[in-house]
């Protein structure tokens, strides 16, 4: 795995690799998740998961104690205690990876990535998000509905007038208020991402670009579909499973 997404992509603030479990431990059974959370930490020991392999880090900061006492606890001794390991790709599949699948969700043409964060072994730019052409310039309105198709979401938020015509789109999946600056800079008519805040929305539309906040989980959750896939070609010799989708809001 290391090979095809190294560490090495990982941003400096982040916590990939193997986080919890025995390096020794022999693998059989994989269970793909975006997260660790009680949902998917059982439907990994229902499966008999040896390992499981997530996108988002389980263990961000140093951790004091591991008492039954608070849900990392909890997480953390129930893992330990089944002998189940955990594994994460963040920022160096967000680089190696999920900036190309976002890419081709949204059927971007000319792509090339929004924030360029180093290079790859041909020492081409390699980095965070895409920004790339749409099919045809469309209404902000319509740009929408097809971000909710493209990523089969419920919902998405809109800040920008919705009959603003677009056709240079930029896609940075997770939370992305900080490239708001890369897509301007890039000269986006339209940046979709997650977790976006009010100010950063209306400062974002005050600056020319429109937003479309799609979810963090919305845009992401498309690792668990396709990590389970590349692991099962990979390793035709492991059961490779996927988490269930389960979206962590409703609209009501």
């Known amino acids: 795995m290391e090979r095809r997404w190294n560490p090495s992509f990982a941003l400096e603030w982040d916590n990939v690799g193997l986080l919890v479990g025995r390096e020794e431990k022999e693998v059989r059974r994989v269970f793909v998740a975006l997260d660790v959370t009680e949902e998917t930490l059982n439907e990994a020991m229902d499966f008999g998961a040896d390992l499981m392999v997530t996108h988002h880090p389980l263990l961000f900061s140093p951790v004091k ?20 390991c955990c594994y994460a790709m963040h920022t160096n599949f967000d ?29 081409r730019p390699e980095g965070i998000g895409r920004i790339g052409t749409l099919e045809r310039k469309m209404s902000l309105s319509d740009f929408a509905w097809k971000v909710k198709e493209d990523f089969q979401i419920p919902d998405v938020r809109i800040y920008g007038n919705p009959e603003q015509m677009v056709e240079w789109a930029a896609v940075s999946s997770g ?38 906040d799609a979810g963090h ?28 989708v389960h979206h962590p809001y409703r609209v009501v």
């Open 65 to 84: 104690k591991i008492t039954s006492g608070d849900f990392m606890g909890r997480r953390l001794i129930q893992m330990i205690q089944n002998d189940l």
């Open 175 to 212: 939370s992305g208020k900080s490239m708001i600056r890369a897509a301007i800079s890039q000269k986006a008519d339209v940046l979709v991402t997650g977790d976006i805040d009010y100010h950063s929305g209306i400062d974002a539309v005050a600056q020319g670009l429109a937003v479309v």
């Open 95 to 123: 680089v190696k990876g999920m900036a190309a699948l976002n890419q081709k969700l949204m059927g971007l043409k000319k792509a090339r990535a929004l924030e360029i964060t180093g290079e790859d072994e041909e020492h």
């Open 217 to 244: 989980y919305g845009t992401e959750y498309c690792f668990i579909k396709y990590m389970t896939g590349e692991l099962e070609k990979m390793f035709p010799e492991l059961e490779v499973m996927g988490a269930s």
